[in-house]
């Protein structure tokens, strides 16, 4: 019996990978409209911090357009980010605060009833992953494991039209 393990016996490599607390892997950072469908997909190595990489998320979409508000998490809290992106790129950051969040309160309820559409983006993350080859990183190249989440990103574009 030929298992995949004495084929390919080397740690994951290659551009875009990074450690994280329970090896290496690589994050894919997704914009999704209002109706859960992608407007843009980027991917990084695992260990920067998500609010690092929504600049290069935002630069990598596939419309010209940009949205008018994005919906993070908590991770997304950060008072530096949320100026950024509404000076630069006329963008409003909706997130909620982190429970040990030090500076006065930003955002108030009203706005973060939007929140509750979050599950928008995590069902085009399932989407995404009925694909076996966006599930598990076997490309070598960054480059190409992208291609194939533009892919999947086309196909269930197509399936919704």
């Known amino acids: 019996m030929l298992y995949r393990w004495f084929v390919c016996a080397v740690k994951k490599r290659g551009p875009g990978v990074g450690k994280t607390k ?31 990489l929504v600049e290069q998320t935002l630069e990598a979409r ?8 994005l919906i993070g998490d908590r991770a997304y ?43 928008k983006i995590e069902r085009l993350f399932a989407w995404i992953q009925n694909f076996r080859r966006c599930i598990v990183r076997y490309e070598y190249y960054q480059a190409n494991f992208e291609a194939f989440l533009r892919l999947a990103c086309i196909i269930i574009l197509l399936r919704q039209f």
């Open 62 to 69: 596939f419309l010209e357009v940009l949205p008018e508000k």
């Open 77 to 119: 809290d950060s008072d530096p980010l949320d100026e950024y992106l509404l000076e630069e790129y006329g963008v409003e950051m909706i997130a909620p605060h982190r429970s040990n969040r030090k500076k006065k309160r930003t955002q108030d309820g009203r706005k973060l009833r939007r929140y509750k559409k979050r599950w």
């Open 22 to 52: 329970r090896g290496k892997g690589t994050k894919i950072m997704a914009i999704a409209d209002a109706a859960g469908l992608p407007i843009s997909i980027d991917t990084h190595a695992a260990s920067p911090h998500e609010v690092t």
